[in-house]
Each structure stands twice: as C-alpha cells, then as structure tokens.
C-alpha cells in the first residue's frame, strides 16, 4: 500500500563498512531520486534517475553507487563508510519532471556511522 | 540556479492562531512550481500545497494557503487556526521546467504552543 518504500529506516554500521539502502515505488512513475538530510535538516540532490537512466549526480563522491534495475526501483550503495555519511537519506520519485511536478517521499533511511 | 531562502529557523504560535512561514526565491525560469512540504518529528516529508507560476490564484488546501507575490518573489505559507499536530518543520521547494529536481530551502520549524 506504501506508495514509496525503503529500507531500512534504521541503520547503524562501523567507519569502513559497506551499506546498501533499498527504495522502491509503486505509483509508476518515470522519475526518482535520492536526497540527503544532513544533521541541520538541509535536504539536498544526491542523485537523479529518469527511466532508469542516471540523469543528475550532485557532486557525491565516487563512494556512493546508485543503481535502478528498473523503473520502479532505486538502491543506493555506499563504500567505505565514513563518519560523515550520517545523515537522513530519503528516496522520492515524481510522474515527471514538469515544474508543476511534486516529489513523493520514502519514510527515509537514518544512516549513524559510528 | 534556483535558489530557496527561508529565513525564520524556528517560530512559536499559540494553538488556533495563524501562522506565516516566508519562503523567497530566485530564478530566472519563467515558469516554475512551488512546494511546501512538512516534516514531523517522526522524519516523513509530507506534500502540503502546490502554487505554479503563472496561476492567477494563490493555492489553498485546507487550512494551508500560499501567499504567493511573482513580483517579490516571494511565496510564503499560511497556516490557519494551528492545532499541535501543526508544530514540525517546513520546507519550501521550486522546481524548474523540466527540472530533475526541487530545490528546497533550508526549513521552519513550527511549535505550536497550547
């Protein structure tokens, strides 16, 4: 029933390690993305897919690794977790990407990098 | 760029009063689409109103209403008689036309005091 779904919502992982978080819609819509929340509740672009297609990557580094296997589906992989990585990480996805085109969010994922 | 100001960081309102959140922006895209979203302590972002650029109304859903001036670029939102499920953050968004994102200021938080 959940229109935007991720997993987990929770996680907590060692400096080093190697995480993935899960984002799935089921709205059918064409477009989805990843934002990051950091610990001042700034929420900013990470990445951008339409179709499948990797359409933005905001300056994140090489570390993360985001991949839709289809349109339905964003996971977001990250390598070598750092300290810094803790954050609020939330999926969305939009029918387009129209101006008058709202975001429906996930619940997000709260990563804590200890 | 576009770029989102929200300058008030945190506001207090006394329950069943109103409240006016300022949202400000820039850019140089004829059409464009605002957005509030509201995000409770549990950490969802929830859609609230929508006001497009070249609608001649300001949006109302509810007890939310949009204050929108083109001329100031300004679109600030009203939340009418609050209740205590109103206190959480605010964020205003704008997207662009064929924007792979939106853009989000940097948030409001809202208690709202009994």
């Known amino acids: 029933d959940t229109a935007v779904s991720q997993t987990p919502k929770y996680l907590v992982t060692q400096m080093g390690n190697d995480k993935s978080i899960k984002c799935e819609q089921n709205l059918g819509h064409d477009t989805m993305y990843w934002y990051k929340q950091d610990s001042k509740k700034f929420l900013k672009i990470m990445f951008s897919?339409?179709?499948?297609?990797?359409?933005i990557n905001e300056t994140v580094p090489n570390r993360f690794s985001p991949k839709s296997p289809d349109k339905a589906h964003l996971n977001l992989h990250i390598n070598s977790l750092e300290l810094g990585d803790s954050a609020v990480y939330f999926c969305?996805?939009?029918?387009?990407?129209?101006?008058?085109?709202?975001?429906?969010f996930g619940q997000g994922t709260r990563l804590t990098v200890v | 760029a576009q770029k989102i100001t929200q300058t008030q960081p945190g506001m207090f309102v006394q329950e069943k009063e109103a409240v006016t959140l300022d949202c400000t922006y820039d850019?140089?895209?004829?059409?464009?689409?605002l957005f509030w979203y509201k995000q409770p302590s549990s950490g969802e972002m929830i859609f609230l109103i929508y006001?497009?650029?070249?609608?001649?109304q300001n949006a109302t859903e509810g007890r939310y209403s949009l204050n929108f001036q083109k001329a100031r670029k300004s679109a600030n939102l009203v939340i009418s008689a609050s209740q205590l499920g109103d206190s959480a953050m605010y964020f205003c968004a704008m997207r662009g036309p064929n924007d792979y994102k939106l853009s989000f200021g940097a948030g409001t938080t809202v208690t709202v005091r009994a």
């Open positions: 897919y339409n179709n499948k297609e990797l359409i």
């Open positions: 006001q497009g650029s070249y609608d001649q």
């Open positions: 969305a996805s939009s029918p387009g990407i129209r101006a008058n085109t709202e975001a429906f």
């Open positions: 850019t140089s895209d004829p059409s464009y689409g």
